[in-house]
Structure formats: C-alpha cells, structure tokens
C-alpha cells in the first residue's frame, strides 16, 4: 500500500516537473496578426498561434481562446472549442486561425471616424486603421495544457 502511494507521488511529481519544464522552455507567438476586414459591423482581425517546443517532451492543448483588450479592459473574445493539438517534441505546432470582430458600439468616441477607417481599408493601408483608431490594441490568449490552465501576457495587436 506504502509502495503504491509513494509510486503515484513519484509519478505525479515527474508529470509536473515535466509540464514546469515544457511551459518554461515553451515559446508562444501570435503569428501573422491582421486587420481581415472592415464593414459597418466593425473589424475583423485574425491571428495563428504559433508554439515552439524545444524539449523533449510533448503536451496536449486546447484550442486558445483569444481576446483584445484596451487599457486592461477586454472588448471582445473568441469561442471556445473543444478542439485540441498536440505538441510534439522538438517541434512546431501552428493554431488555426482565430478571427475577432471588435463592434463599432466598442469605439463609442471614434464614430466619426468610421468612413476614414473603412477607406483606409480598401485602399491596403491597414496600419493606419489603427493609427486614426488612436487606441492602444493588445491581444492574448487562454488555453489548457494537459488539464491546466494557461493565460499569455498580452502583446500589441500591430
């Protein structure tokens, strides 16, 4: 009895030792985030997420759930889905596309600005959207990693 409780102690220790190591050495990146569109509904963005895993070790993941914030404040998210990837040893592992679609009603002091932003758009000058939006973006993301959960620090969406 004394064997088996200590085992599963042993193994329990080496499962987290493990996952310490693999979120310690685990580099994230948003990979590619864009402006995909902007219509009267409001902006779209989309983003990939990109995992580097130098270890030896691997992990199962869910799909992230994505949000934008302004200021510390979240003004829209993503869905969650029961979606999972698995990250392989000494590898690379690409998230699907995450689209957002940040309302109007979000930049309630910028309206006046809307047709600006919209021909900003279609003439392909998507970094000055955000430059006549005036309002500083970020965007992080949530998942769980073999059953614990994981938040990324924010980082500026352009």
């Not at 080496?14 to 990146?29: D, E, H, I, V």
């Not at 990979?31 to 995992?51: M, Q, W, Y």
């Not at 070790?57 to 759930?65: D, L, Q």
């Amino acid at each position: 009895m004394k064997i088996g409780i200590f085992g599963g102690l042993t193994l329990g220790a080496a499962w987290l030792f493990k996952l310490k190591t693999m979120s310690s050495k685990l580099k994230s990146s948003l990979s590619n985030p864009r402006i995909h569109k902007v219509d009267l509904k409001g902006i779209a963005f989309r983003t990939e997420i990109k995992l580097q895993n130098p270890t030896k070790n691997s992990m199962t993941i869910t799909k992230p759930v994505v949000s934008i914030s302004t200021n510390g404040n979240e003004i829209t998210s993503s869905n969650p889905e029961s979606k999972s990837y698995t990250i392989k040893p000494l590898s690379v592992t690409m998230i699907d596309t995450i689209e957002l679609i940040i309302p109007w009603t979000s930049f309630t002091d910028i309206l006046t600005k809307i047709p600006a932003i919209i021909a900003a758009y279609k003439a392909g000058k998507t970094k000055s959207i955000l430059k006549e939006l005036a309002i500083p973006l970020e965007m992080n993301y949530s998942l769980y990693a073999d059953g614990l959960f994981f938040e990324s620090t924010p980082q500026k969406l352009m």
